[in-house]
């Protein structure tokens, strides 16, 4: 396996689990915690130096900042993001600038995550049940009892608020960026599958960078995160997604097999450590592996970076399963259109080409028309099954050679109705139904079973209308030769108004026209020169 990332060559720390205390998922392991002290004396600045010299909580300790005045305190916030805790002196450049501060950092920057700790050598200028009934603060010390010991509690306990707030905070995020990417998933069309991979990586990358930050050691930084998506097809893992993982070296995909089937035998869903640095997550659905996802570069994972990375994988395989069931009852539905376009073949004299043909300009047409290539599949599938009312057509009518009596003609318009009938069976025919049904109107009104005129007519038979009789005049009959498609085209051309529609006839003869251009087919540009279509 080979990440192409500088970490790779740097060697996961040795002397670490790969669980971290969950206090330590705020900020980077072994990063100091940032106080700021703000006072205009000297004296009570070193004396704090002094006092949180050998200062440590939670495996960290503390970087002093110090401000000699509200304003400096402010220039030195702007700096520095993540300043934890900040003592302040009241009486500085005015009587009331510690408080002001207090007030712009609590209202105007809005930060309520940092712990502001009030400490007077004047309390007469502040007084504490003033200062904390009107101001935002955590605590409030007298300069005159605040003892070295004293210090270290008041600012351990304040470091051990900051700590645990934003562990809530760190957590809110995580569970609001699975909240929000969940109903995401569902939304993707079932032929984007490789967008719906790639969002689902990226996600649960990010989804790592908010709740398990990476511990700093040599080289590795948060943006190293990598990782690819697999899925497994028939006991084989096939690979749908990469983020900065180099796919060549496979020595990997033996280890991930290895765990799934660990996994799936626990019928553990959780996170589960495959190398150092090396995270696996396993897509099960009714505790059956689907896929994975693994992680690169991932050396710490907190507790509650492992239980957000489940919920995750859960509603990944969801939708993943989603996908799967989609595209099944997409493939039984097109199956169970060939079979019944097949069936109707069987009682014509035509052959299983029409259909095919009829299917590929019906879907070009629609496309020309500026349908979606959803719309226009779906156009194409129904073409397939415009005569499948046939079936319902006896022989005698359907395949006599002759001239047909005026009640035979009668009972030939009676297979679009017999058609509709069949495939009212099922909602997900509807626009075959459409097409079967209304394959015989004509735009002007005069055609069958409903007379429908214009836009009446559903667009899908228009468009169907127009190739299958094309398709009817290009094509060799017991009764009748074939046409050359110049001919086809000009006469398709005189029944648009009539017939036809004009938009669809102009849409279809542009496709030929296309066509015609590519292929440098003189007789049919021939059709097309000095006309506007
Ligand atoms: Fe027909």
Redesign the pocket.
Known sequence: MKIIRKSMVTPPPQDSSLIVPEGDAVGRRGDPWTVLVVDDDPDILAVTRISLKDFHFSGRSVRLLCAGSAREALEIYHREPEIAVALIDVVMETDDAGLRLVKTIREEIKNQTIRLIIRTGQPGHAPERFVIDNYDIDDYKDKTELTSIKLYTTVRSALKSYRDLKLIETNRQGLEMVLKAAPGMYLHPVNEIQVFFKDALSQVIRLCQTACPIVRHAEVDPGDLCGFVATLESGDLKIRATVGWDMREQPWAKMVLARIDKATATGCSSPVVIAPGQVMLPLLVHHKPIGVIVLGNLFHLTDNGRYLMEVFAIQCASALENFRLYDELEGANRRAMRMLAVAAEFKDTETGDHVKRLSRQTIETALELGCSEEVALEMGQASMM??I??IGIPDAVLLKPGKLTDDEFEVIKS??GIGAAILSEDGNFKVALQVALS??ERWDGTGYPSGLKGEEIPLAARIVSVV?VFDALVSARPYKKAWPVADALAEIRRGSGSHFDPTVVAAFLRTHRHRAEIRGDDAIKEVFSGRTI
């Open positions: 415009h005569d009312g046939k297979h679009p394959h015989h299958d």
